[in-house]
């Protein structure tokens, strides 16, 4: 199932159409549902088993009538209510960072939900600031999750997106302590999209390939087979210290390639385009400015 928020509602999305979304088709959950779910994105998630059933039994009758136009798109879970990143979960982009590759749970810090926004647009870069690129896998959780198994995780994820954790590294790295929370949570640095793929959409969800490009030069290009703590594994982590909810998203670190590991090192700059790209789900672009 492929699940996006056109303009505010929810959005089966039956025919993904180009690389880039443009064709994609759809139908509205709302009315094909006779009212049973949405129209609201954020409201499916705490109904996820229920909507999973419905669309298992009412699939093959549903009828694409509508144009999923990508530049219409909002994040696909638009109100999480805890919404978290996982810093330095592959080897190398720890390297990179000059980091030690952690052992325990990896650093987790906030995405404050203020920064959430869709697939495509424009991201303002602050001023004076280095701002940098991070191709993710953000999953989204379908169903209440507290101290569960890496064994049990994959069911209560609702799915995957493709994700963006947009860095300014000054702020991040000024003292007395880094700044992961605020550096990451500008308005439009947390972009997620282009919709929601449940894992059993997926040939291996553990291993897709994930990716970024500024003004078409590959910068990033890495596998989530390579993560440190698989999504099942940092969801089950995670899941000892919180109570994870329908709709809370987690963005689930970085490959190597950031700007901020780079000799010399190279930042985002006004009128750049950042494509980004996950395997199985879709691509993402943002224009900087
Ligand atoms: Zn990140």
Redesign the pocket.
């Known amino acids: 199932m492929r699940l996006a928020n056109l303009e505010g509602r929810a959005v089966l999305v039956l025919s993904t159409g180009a690389a880039d979304g443009t064709g994609a088709r759809g139908v509205d959950l709302h009315a094909a549902s006779g009212g049973r779910f949405g129209p609201a994105p954020e409201t499916v998630f705490e109904h996820w088993d229920a909507v999973r059933a419905w669309y298992a039994a009412a699939a093959d009758e549903l009828v694409a009538d509508l144009d999923v136009d990508p530049d219409r798109l909002g994040p696909p879970s638009p109100r999480p209510l805890q919404a978290m990143?996982?810093?330095f979960n592959y080897a190398e982009h720890a390297r990179e960072t000059g980091f030690e590759a952690p052992t325990e749970l990896p650093p987790v810090f906030p995405k404050f939900a203020s920064s959430l926004t869709g697939p495509r647009g424009v991201v303002d870069l602050p001023a004076g600031g280095n701002t940098d690129w991070?191709v993710?896998v953000v999953a989204v959780i379908g169903r209440t999750a507290h101290r569960i198994t890496p064994e049990q995780a994959w069911d209560h994820v609702a799915g995957l997106c493709v994700g963006q954790?947009l860095?300014e590294r000054r702020r991040q790295f000024a003292g007395p302590a880094p700044q992961f929370g605020l550096a990451?949570s500008y308005p439009g640095f947390s972009p997620t999209g282009p919709w929601l793929v449940s894992p059993d959409e997926l040939a291996d969800p553990d291993d897709l390939a994930l990716g970024c490009a500024i003004d078409g030069e590959v910068v990033q290009d890495g596998r989530t087979s390579r993560l440190l703590f698989s999504v099942p594994r940092a969801v089950a982590e995670l899941s000892r210290v919180l109570t994870l909810l329908p709709g809370d998203i987690v963005?689930t670190?970085?490959p190597d390639g950031v700007g901020v590991g780079r000799e010399p090192q190279r930042f985002l700059r006004s009128g750049e385009t950042l494509r980004t790209w996950v395997e199985g789900i879709g691509e993402m672009v943002h224009t900087l400015r």
Do not use: H
Request: charged share 35%; glycine share 28%; no cysteine.
């Open positions: 990143g996982l810093g991070e993710e954790d860095s990451k963005f670190g970085t």
